[in-house]
């Protein structure tokens, strides 16, 4: 560590000391990667939302802090890395540690042009920070699932009143909340340390929070451990327990990134893996594994039966109705895509704030303050969004690509991608690939 604080301190000088001057630095795949941490940690100083998770030394925050790099300055530097990663020579793993941490380096210039105000569309965002390409759905195919809704739902008229009132008998009340969710995050992490192997000593602790505009989100703190914030603005419905439990804790979120840890961090010392970067290509696959954890960890109809032996009795609701119930659910998650073309529209000008949470109302079956939390969220965290849906797409169709339906063979291949730096390019099928 002490050749490493060195090797730090003399790239800071140099840089600081060439203002004016060339002075050429001679890079190696190690010190590019401590320049990174140094340069993101400085943009965590103007952007609080930027550095996700940071386990690293606290010295070089505290570096990062007295230097106080200003977002031009920052920028600055971050292409000076790239141009160093483009003219490093590396081998073997290296080449697709370089190719990962130039894609995250560019994701942070793009990140940076925007705080500094440069007005990029929603779906140039997508491209330049998560290298995805999300699909466009017209507001035919959301009308579609409505129509197919609108047949199951008991009543007549408007979706979205019918559409609340019959899920009301699927709350977790206040009191049931907490023992539900220990519940669900119980056997998750049952489930997941008989497929994959977990360190000794790792945690989560439980929080509930008010005034987010997230309904749940996992704080990792290194060495195993993390915090999972639940927020309770919303009534939780009783399959979110298994969702919230699986895409934060088990193998989601918590699980993903204490693999990073012990994979990249321990036993690589890999630099950049002491940070997650939020705006990143990392994004798409973290919330698309998370999400497509839940369907890992309970394969099948597994899910609908925990829920209905166990969570339901354990929550005091009728489950008379949950076949329904799960049959509904499944058609309104298939509108989730709707979220990307309100904030697409939002983004880009198109919509104003009441037209977005009109269309949210409309067409992803939002109440009215369901659909503002949900428009605060897109204002905060913007493309983002594209990460669940466009997300879980991918890894989806990757991993039925590589492992059919076999169970053993879909840990065996998610366990790879929370174990590797993957791109989202490196997801595509052979036929995706242009
Ligand atoms: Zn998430």
Known sequence: MKIFIKILFFLIIANSCAENKIIEIKYTSNSLADRFVFLALSLGE????????????????????????????????????????????????????????????????????????????????????????????????????????????????????????????????????????????EESHRRTKENLSLPQGEHFTLEYVKDKPWSGYNWYQGNGQSLIQINLDQPIYIDRAIDIAAHEGYPGHHTFLLRIEAEYVKKRKWAEFTLYPLFSPMSLLAEGLANFGIEVVFPGDEKVKFE??????????????????????????????????????????????????????????????????????????????????????????????????????????YTDLISNPYLPSDLLLPDEKK
């Open 46 to 185: 103007h952007d609080k939302d930027y550095v996700d998770a940071y386990f690293g030394e606290d010295s070089i925050r505290d570096e990062a802090k007295k230097q106080n790099l200003s977002l031009r300055r920052i920028k600055i530097e971050s292409i000076k890395l790239l141009e160093a990663i483009d003219s490093i020579n590396v081998e073997n793993e290296e080449i697709r540690r370089m190719k990962f941490l130039f894609a995250t380096i560019r994701a942070m210039n793009a990140r940076i042009n925007h705080l500094l105000g440069y007005d990029y569309l929603f779906d140039q965002e997508a491209k330049f920070i998560y290298k995805a390409n999300p699909p466009h759905y017209s507001n035919d195919h959301f009308q579609s699932i409505l129509d197919r809704l609108g047949k199951l739902l008991p009543g007549k008229g408007d979706i979205l009143p019918r559409y609340e009132n019959f899920r009301k008998a699927f709350i977790i009340p206040d009191d049931k909340i907490d023992t539900v969710f220990k519940r669900a995050i």
């Open 308 to 413: 209905k032996e166990v969570l339901f009795p354990l929550a005091e609701i009728n489950s008379s109705d949950a076949d329904k119930y799960y049959k509904i659910q499944e058609l309104v998650s298939k509108l989730n895509f709707s979220r990307n073309e309100v904030a697409r529209n939002f983004l880009d000008g198109i919509f104003s704030e009441e037209e977005a949470i009109s269309y949210s109302m409309k067409y992803s079956l939002m109440s009215h303050s369901r659909a503002k939390q949900s428009l605060s969220f897109i204002k905060k965290y913007r493309a983002y969004i594209i990460n669940y849906n466009h997300g879980l797409d991918l890894v989806r169709k990757y991993i039925s690509h590589k492992a059919g339906d076999n169970p053993e063979k879909i840990w065996e291949v």
